[in-house]
């Protein structure tokens, strides 16, 4: 799922805002039963692979976004969409897709050129892939039993996609 912010405005302004984003994540994730396997929050956009078994998805991301939109507009006094649209979802079918998205969505932030590695950024799931560290809403057991459950196969298999930078 990808939700982007109106007229590519940013969706967050502080590290205030990551973290209530998070927390409403993380409600309506136990709320709607919803299996979430990564998360990148950038600053005009987020991206969530999900898997939605007992509910429909949009049923979620409405709750989600319209809970974080009420948020934002009080906070900043503003009025208005603070999401560009519908959100944007692409069905996963198969194993090799399934961890190619996952792999997109925790190289997002080196593909914007904002930290060299995707360990470096604060605001996505790959840590809980990669570190002991854990998160009580993120599910990272499905794409870990893809390497044996090994973090550091998971994280060869993600950083083998970065470009090194050539020093001239």
């Known amino acids: 799922m990808t939700t982007r912010g109106n007229r590519r405005e940013p969706l967050f302004y502080s590290h205030l805002d990551f973290h209530r984003y998070l927390k409403i994540l993380s409600h309506c994730v136990k709320k709607h039963d ?3 396997f990564s998360y990148c929050l ?4 987020t991206h969530l692979q999900i898997l939605c078994s007992k509910s429909p998805p949009g049923d979620f991301m409405k709750e ?3 809970t974080y939109a009420m948020y934002f507009n009080k906070k900043y006094e503003l009025t208005g969409h603070v999401f560009q649209g519908r959100y944007g979802a692409e069905l996963i079918e198969d194993r090799s897709h399934l961890l190619d998205t996952s792999r997109y969505i ?5 593909s914007a050129d904002l930290v060299m590695y995707p360990l470096e950024y ?3 799931s790959y840590r809980y892939y990669v570190t002991p560290s854990v998160c009580p809403f993120v ?3 499905t794409l870990l039993e893809q390497f044996n459950h090994s973090k550091s196969q998971y ?4 950083e083998s ?6 020093e001239l």
Do not use: A
């Not at 950038?42 to 956009?45: G, L, P, R």
């Not at 925790?106 to 080196?110: F, G, I, S, Y």
């Not at 996609?161 to 050539?166: S, W």
């Open 161 to 166: 996609k970065i470009t090194p930078v050539v």
């Open 34 to 36: 919803v299996e979430l």
């Open 155 to 158: 994280r060869d298999y993600v």
């Open 106 to 110: 925790h190289l997002n932030p080196v």
């Open 64 to 66: 989600l976004n319209e």
């Open 139 to 141: 599910h990272t057991s």
């Open 42 to 45: 950038m600053t005009n956009h």
């Open 122 to 124: 604060q605001w996505s």
